[in-house]
């Protein structure tokens, strides 16, 4: 009596120990699941960010904006804000409000050296290396 009570306790612990161990993994995977899913998310974000920024540029040296790219630019900058935090997100809507400023002026006739293009592309690629570090990926030094 004593072995057929030790070998089901035995496999009803087994059970529950296999149970629990699975319940584990479905939830690491999950968490993982969930960090790459956000990982893809502000990758596709930053991306949209800095194609808006350019094109914004283009429309402004071929003096036809129309703001497109400004609506463009908000509304990446609105899901930066949304997906990253404060490190990132801060920069990231200063250098959008610099940018269109910017723009505008250019696009109104105003040369390079008087609206800070370089000044604004500095601050441009230091906003792509806080992309690069949120995304865990290598920066240059």
């Known amino acids: 009596m004593g072995s057929v009570v030790v070998g089901v ?3 009803l ?3 529950l120990v296999g149970g629990a161990l699975q319940w ?6 999950r968490r993982w699941q969930r ?3 956000l990982s893809v998310t502000k990758r ?3 991306a949209e960010y800095l194609r808006s920024i350019s094109a914004s540029y283009a429309q402004a040296v071929s003096g036809q904006r129309d703001r497109s ?5 908000h509304a990446a900058t609105a899901e930066i804000e949304v997906l990253a935090g404060r490190d990132v997100s801060g920069p990231a809507r200063a250098l959008a409000e610099s940018v269109i400023e910017a723009h505008s002026a250019i696009a109104a006739g105003a040369s390079a050296e008087e609206t800070g293009v370089a000044e604004v592309d500095r601050r441009r690629y230091e906003v792509i290396e806080l992309f690069k570090r949120d995304l ?6």
């Open 44 to 46: 596709d974000a930053y």
């Open 13 to 15: 612990l087994g059970v």
């Open 69 to 73: 790219e400004d609506g463009r630019l």
């Open 9 to 11: 306790v035995g496999t």
């Open 136 to 141: 865990g990926l290598r920066t240059r030094r």
């Open 24 to 29: 584990l993994q479905a939830s690491r995977n």
């Open 35 to 37: 960090e790459d899913s």
